[in-house]
Structures are given as C-alpha cells and as structure tokens.
Antibody, heavy 121, light 106 residues
Framework: EVQLVESGGGLVQPGGSLRLSCAAS????????MGWVRQAPGKGLEWVAN????????YFVDSVKGRFTISRDNAKSSLYLQMNSLRAEDTAVYYC??????????????WGQGTLVTVSS | DIQMTQSPSSLSASVGDRVTISCRAS??????VNWYQQKPGKAPKLLIY???NLQTGVPSRFSGSGSGTDFTVTISSLQPEDFATYYC?????????FGQGTNLEI
C-alpha cells in the first residue's frame, strides 16, 4: 500500500524558515516524480514544486522561486521542502504527492494527509 | 501559464441526478487533464487521469471526456458520498495549474 506521511509543519514568524518532510512507503520511491501541492485555508489547490526521480530536475511555481527548495533522499524514500523567507501568503496545508508514472506530466496519483504551515507573528 | 477555468463554481443537485462539471484550458493541452475529488479536511483523491481514464477503484458512474481545450467530468447518478469539491488540473506544462474548484452540494 502506497503511503505518504508529511511532517514538519507548524507556526513560524514571517521571514522564518521551515523544512517539511514526506516519508514514502509501499512503492519504489526512486522511480517516480514527486511534488508538493498546497491549499490555503478555504481556497483551492496550488502546485508548488516537482522533482525528478534522480533529483536532477526541479521546478517551482513563480511565487516561491528563490525561497523554497525541493530535494529528495532516495535511500531514505523521503521528500523534502525547505521553505525560507516565509510570508503570510504561504500559510496553507502542504501536501506531498506522487506522480502516477515516471513522467513529469502524469497525474498526482497518491497524496499524503497534509501538514499545516501557518506564517504569523 | 495555462489557466484552467471550471464551471460552475458551485452546483446544487440531488441523489440520483446526472451532473456534469466543465473545465476549459486557456490553450490546447492535448489530454493532459486530471480530475480530483476533495472532501472537507481530507486530501484530494484522483478520479480521472489523462482526460478519460478512470482511476482504479473509482466507481464507474464517474466518467471524463475532452481533448484540446474543453474537458468534462460526469457523474451519471449522484450518490450521497459524491457531495464534495471537484478540481481539474492540467499537467501539460509547468506550472501545473488547477481549476478553482466546483463545490457540489445538496
């Protein structure tokens, strides 16, 4: 059974940093594109970042470029999102998600339960 | 960026109704559209991928169609568990973008 379990969310002040983690199990982690999708309170879904199976390609939504970094440790079947210079508008539930196939264009087939990040003073 | 415009934004329906939700892309995206269902406090769930393919385990009352710029998801006979918010997503080009959502309510 595929499982994605996020951790690392919490309350942080504007300008602060947070690192989200996603522990994956039930599939060959090193074979799949992975991503982060967020959802602000009461709002819709917003794609944040993608990373290629070997980590050699990374993509970000414009609003987080230069502030967020995505990485993975295939040996640990783990995905990470390093978030720096956080702003109030980054407040959201952050979901870890696995693509449906070994291609960037596949759907998000599996999702974690989400972790809440709140940016507030 | 490719904009995904969903309609309607909200929809009232009854058990047993046939319901269709539409999504229009701002440019041609082939069949790179996926549909998700989300219930309050839960993660999104994949329903339809690549425009018309039913995800394993999803009831056959759900179906998807379309290509190019216009896409739809249809629920042939609404069940109580189908009341939720539905999102389309394009995965044709970066950034992936989602529609604004359709809130399906009784």
């Amino acid at each position: 059974e595929v499982q994605l379990v996020e951790s690392g969310g919490g309350l942080v002040q504007p300008g602060g940093s947070l690192r989200l983690s996603c522990a994956a199990s039930g599939f060959t982690f090193s074979s799949y594109w992975m991503g982060w999708v967020r959802q602000a309170p009461g709002k819709g879904l917003e794609w944040v970042a993608n990373i290629k199976p070997d980590g050699s390609e990374k993509y970000f939504v414009d609003s987080v470029k230069g502030r967020f970094t995505i990485s993975r440790d295939n040996a640990k079947s783990s995905l990470y999102l390093q978030m720096n210079s956080l702003r109030a508008e980054d407040t959201a539930v952050y979901y870890c998600a696995r693509r449906g196939a070994a291609t960037r264009r596949a759907c998000f087939e599996y999702w974690g339960q989400g972790t809440l990040v709140t940016v507030s003073s | 960026d490719i904009q995904m415009t969903q309609s309607p934004s909200s929809l009232s329906a009854s058990v047993g109704d046939r319901v269709t939700i539409s999504c229009r892309a701002s440019q041609s995206i082939g069949s790179y559209v996926n549909w998700y269902q989300q219930k309050p406090g839960k993660a999104p769930k994949l329903l339809i991928y690549a425009a018309s393919n039913l995800q394993t385990g999803v009831p056959s009352r759900f179906s998807g169609s379309g290509s190019g710029t216009d896409f739809t998801v249809t629920i042939s006979s609404l069940q109580p568990e189908d009341f939720a918010t539905y999102y389309c997503q394009q995965s044709y080009s970066i950034p992936d973008t989602f529609g604004q959502g359709t809130n399906l309510e009784i």
